[in-house]
Nanobody, 124 residues
Framework: QVQLVESGGGLGQAGDSLRLSCVAS????????MAWFRQAPGKERLLVAA????????YYQPSVKGRFTISRDNGMNTMYLQMNSLKPEDTAVYYC?????????????????WGKGTQVTVSS
């Protein structure tokens, strides 16, 4: 059983930075693929970034590449999303997700565990 809890969302202006955290329970964290999704009102949930179990292989949605950095601390059972140069279009609920595996998974349906989400709102 894995439980995920996100934190770090909030309000910001364009150009600001925020860091999201996802704390996971369970002993399988170190062998899990971890990912951040986001969902804006009226839109489908979108993969923002994913990281493999070692933290060395990452995927970024092209719209955030160069601005966001995903990382994980297996010793702390925590995943992070450092978001820099925020844009209004980054406004969404951000979700932490995980699943066992060794490859990148892109669809929400491919992830087993989810946090409840944290709101990020970026104004112009």
């Amino acid at each position: 059983q894995v439980q995920l809890v996100e934190s770090g969302g909030g309000l910001g202006q364009a150009g600001d930075s925020l860091r999201l955290s996802c704390v996971a329970s369970g002993r399988s964290f170190s062998v899990s693929i971890m990912a951040w999704f986001r969902q804006a009102p009226g839109k489908e949930r979108l993969l923002v970034a994913a990281v493999d179990r070692s933290g060395t292989s990452t995927y970024y949605q092209p719209s955030v590449k160069g601005r966001f950095t995903i990382s994980r601390d297996n010793g702390m059972n925590t995943m992070y999303l450092q978001m820099n140069s925020l844009k209004p279009e980054d406004t969404a609920v951000y979700y932490c997700a995980s699943r066992p595996g060794t490859q990148t998974y892109y669809a929400p349906s491919e992830y087993n565990y989810w946090g409840k989400g944290t709101q990020v709102t970026v104004s112009s």
